[in-house]
């Protein structure tokens, strides 16, 4: 079971270069990409930076959450903030590059919620506890989800590697 606060509200079509802006690219390091997390939405990228969002916060989105450039530091500097994307769905490329980072991802089709409402996310489906509401929860295959709880596919590997006999 997770709970958490929405600490961002985002509508349809949410391109990678809406969360990690193009004219950064240059910057790779997982540990350095956070601090450009939505840097065009001055507002909560100073809060991100401040670290006045806390770890474990959700952004709740629409449609096609990732579209656009295969960008891995679009994940990288949403995971670097801990916190779990629950959308309606999310773009294929962005959705590989999740499981491979190991960024916490929820797909909820019927999914609403507004900024600073408290989610629970349990037993196939999440309960809005502002609204009252429940939306079921479309699950990874177990395979996908197995490398995203590992924390990614780098320490997924490792560890089938060191408990091999």
Known sequence: MKNGKVVLKL???????????????????PTETPQFAFADNAEFNGKLKAGKVPAGGI??????????????QA???IKGHNLTV???????????????LGLDIVICPELEAAEG?????????IV?????KAFAVE???KARQ????????????????????
């Not at 952004?59 to 891995?72: H, L, P, V």
């Not at 809005?128 to 009252?132: F, K, L, M, Q």
């Not at 995203?148 to 091999?164: E, K, N, S």
Request: charged share 20%; proline share 6%.
């Open 86 to 100: 629950a959308a309606k769905n999310i773009a294929r490329i962005f959705l590989q590059s999740a499981i491979n």
């Open 139 to 141: 699950p990874l295959p």
């Open 59 to 72: 952004i709740a989105a629409g449609k096609n959450f990732g579209c656009g450039s295969s960008r891995e």
């Open 75 to 77: 994940v990288s500097c």
């Open 11 to 29: 509508g349809d079509d949410i391109s990678t270069d809406i969360v990690y802006p193009g004219r950064f690219m240059a910057t790779v390091l």
């Open 146 to 165: 197995a490398i995203i709880d590992a924390g990614g596919l780098i320490p997924y590997t490792r560890r089938l590697l060191t408990t091999r006999p």
């Open 128 to 132: 809005n506890r502002t609204s009252g």
């Open 117 to 125: 409402d408290e989610l629970e996310m349990s037993g196939g489906k």
